[in-house]
């Protein structure tokens, strides 16, 4: 078989990846989020994550001086809302206010939340790493809020539930159907 690929300069191509609003304050200021799609999952143990901002956005000077941060998980219903925050800058507009975002207090970090996201992850900042267009915040994750009508009854998070918002090379995607579970390839049959 052979191949009918292109060969393009190297660029960012891991899609899709979440379309998440990161939420700051400082002391005594209002709050603000930025959408960030260049986000993830670092370690297990401890729980940790990253985000890269570019050092010109109005939050990074937030999170560099504070040193903390709220990833909130956005959902199909909140598109245009996430596409604004990513456009918009915090210096010249109140996103809060404009998006009728409801902050809300976290549990540890003094950022606050966003009451309309689903799951609220607080984060502290553990580097910085200036790696060139942008920098990596590499956070650990202090306290996870969970919206409770995600829950099954024996306490299982359904994030399906949710309705999540993707990102894929310039595009927002609603969530997929569920196609299978970790482990099922080698997950032995019921004998029946």
Same mark, same amino acid.
């Given at each position: 078989m052979e191949s009918q690929k292109q060969h393009w300069k190297a660029g960012n191509m891991l899609y899709?990846?979440?379309? !998440? =609003?990161?939420? &700051?304050?400082?002391p005594g200021e209002?709050?603000?989020?930025?959408? !960030?799609?260049?986000? %993830?999952?670092?370690?297990?143990n401890p729980p940790m994550v990253y985000i890269s901002l570019r050092p010109e956005r109005y939050s990074y000077d937030i999170i560099r001086e504070t040193g903390e941060f709220v990833i909130n998980l956005t959902t199909e219903k909140m598109a245009?809302? !996430?596409?604004?925050c990513g456009v918009r800058s915090g210096r010249e507009v109140d996103k809060f206010r404009?998006?009728?975002?409801?902050?809300? #207090?976290?549990?540890?970090?003094?950022? #606050?939340? *966003?009451?309309? &996201? #689903?799951?609220? *992850?607080?984060?502290? !900042?553990?580097?910085?790493?200036?790696? %060139?267009?942008?920098?990596?915040?590499?956070?650990k994750v202090l306290q996870v809020n969970v919206e409770e009508? =995600? =829950?099954?009854?024996?306490?299982?998070?359904?994030?399906?539930r949710a309705g999540l918002l993707h990102y894929s090379h310039g595009e927002y995607f609603s969530q997929g159907s569920k196609l299978g579970s970790f482990g099922y390839s080698v997950r032995k049959r019921p004998k029946g």
């Open positions: 899709p990846i979440p379309a !998440v =609003l990161v939420s &700051c304050q400082r209002k709050p603000n989020a930025i959408t !960030v799609a260049w986000t %993830g999952t670092v370690c297990t245009k809302a !996430v596409d604004y404009e998006m009728q975002f409801t902050p809300e #207090p976290s549990q540890i970090v003094k950022a #606050p939340g *966003i009451l309309q &996201c #689903p799951v609220n *992850i607080e984060c502290r !900042v553990v580097s910085v790493q200036e790696l %060139g267009s942008h920098h990596m915040f590499l956070a009508a =995600l =829950l099954e009854e024996n306490g299982r998070l359904d994030l399906q």
